[in-house]
């Protein structure tokens, strides 16, 4: 049960468009991305404010939602819906929202800003008020594709540093060759690969094929939308499957864990709705000994702080992908460093998700903003 407590008014909330450069262009089997450009929603009760970021693309390559139509959404729908309301706690401000059809990204953006309000209102930490404890979590990297050589090295770097698991992106003729020469050249290495979506069940042969690499699992090898397909390539190779763009809601991560398509689950807060269907995945997980771990969407400071406390909770028992921000901006938009130490990430200290707006930097960034009043 969440503490008692007066419910949550929200007074005002301030929507920008914010776009960062990524210090190294970032390749999956979809395209490239060279920029990370995201909603930012500032959500306002009394002189507080909560944060959070949204995780959807500009365009709908990872999954159906763009950034364009979340910033919609959200001013000309979601906001205006609970501008001037209050809440007695986030989950009712959840189940507010839950009459509306998937757009799980925008939703998110908005729950996600309320949790970090709420546990600020309570001056506690997100991650005590969603049920994690620990001063730290444990991380790896994603390594974006590009030629084996480079990879090669980044791998080795990104080892030296203490990263605690190497996850390789992949897709058709950059798959078997890329994981043999990685796993000859780092043959203890914990390995697992994502495919995010560019196989089909007729390459199940070639699939099974990556069994030889000892990979801990291999991540969402077919359809975004498919879960009954990956059920049925789970009983023709050994190497676990690991959900991510088909799971966008509990009820998704039941189906997946019923029918066998996913023994490890990836759970992304800013896709599946927000800390609350997060939550209850995680749980679901747990009640299937299936383990989890907390992926990642580039996500500047905000979405990433959030991730962390997230990733707190005792299901979480897999490396993450929260590494350190300055993988991947020069400039964050918070004001903390948000660095691991030897492949583990400090979780923010204080109230809510623990970091602070860089407003010189968050200016330069911001392309529109607009403000939600009652
Ligand atoms: O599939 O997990 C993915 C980045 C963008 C879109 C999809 C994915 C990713 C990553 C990188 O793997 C995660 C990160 O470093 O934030
Ligand atoms: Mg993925």
Request: aromatic share 6%; charged share 20%.
């Amino acid at each position: 049960m969440p503490p008692l407590r007066a419910p949550l008014r929200i007074d005002g909330a301030e929507l920008r468009l914010v776009r960062l450069p990524l210090v190294t262009p970032f390749t999956i089997s979809t395209g490239t991305m060279t920029e990370k450009v995201f909603p930012l929603l500032i959500l306002k009760s009394g002189g507080l404010e909560g944060y959070a970021e949204g995780v959807m693309d500009p365009l709908p390559d990872y999954l159906e939602e763009t950034t364009a139509g979340a910033m919609a959404l959200l001013r000309d729908t979601l906001l205006p819906q609970v501008m001037g309301h209050s809440f007695a706690h986030p989950q009712a401000l959840a189940r507010a929202l839950s009459p509306w059809r998937a757009n799980f990204m925008a939703r998110a953006t908005l729950e996600m800003a309320f949790w970090d309000l709420w546990a600020k209102s309570l001056g506690l930490p997100l991650q005590t008020v969603l049920g994690g404890e620990g001063g730290a979590i444990d991380v790896g990297v994603s390594l974006g594709i590009a030629p084996i050589p480079t990879t090669l090295d980044r791998i080795a770097q990104h080892l030296d540093q203490g990263y605690q698991r190497i996850k390789l992106k992949v897709k058709p003729g950059h798959d078997l060759a890329l994981l043999r020469a990685a796993r000859e050249a780092f043959p203890q290495a914990h390995l697992t690969v994502d495919a995010n979506c560019c196989y089909s069940l007729a390459d199940s042969a070639l699939i099974a094929r990556m069994d030889a690499f000892d990979l801990d699992y291999i991540e969402q090898p077919l359809a975004w939308d498919d879960i009954h397909d990956h059920a049925t390539l789970q009983t023709r190779i050994a190497t676990p499957i690991c959900l991510d763009e088909s799971i966008r809601t509990p009820d998704h991560a039941r189906k997946a864990l019923q029918t066998g398509a996913a023994r490890v689950m990836n759970i992304k807060v800013g896709r599946v709705g927000g800390h609350t269907a997060a939550r209850a995945i995680h749980d679901l997980c747990e009640a299937f000994a299936v383990p989890v771990w907390c992926g990642g969407m580039l996500e500047s400071g905000v979405g990433r702080a959030h991730n962390i406390h997230l990733s707190t909770l005792p299901g979480f028992t897999k490396p993450g992908d929260t590494s350190s921000a300055s993988r991947y901006f020069t400039r964050d938009i918070i004001e903390q460093r948000l660095e691991t130490v030897a492949g583990r990430m400090p979780v923010p200290p204080g109230p809510g998700i623990g970091v602070t707006l860089d407003l010189d930097t968050l200016k330069t960034a911001t392309l529109s903003h607009a403000e939600i009043l009652p």
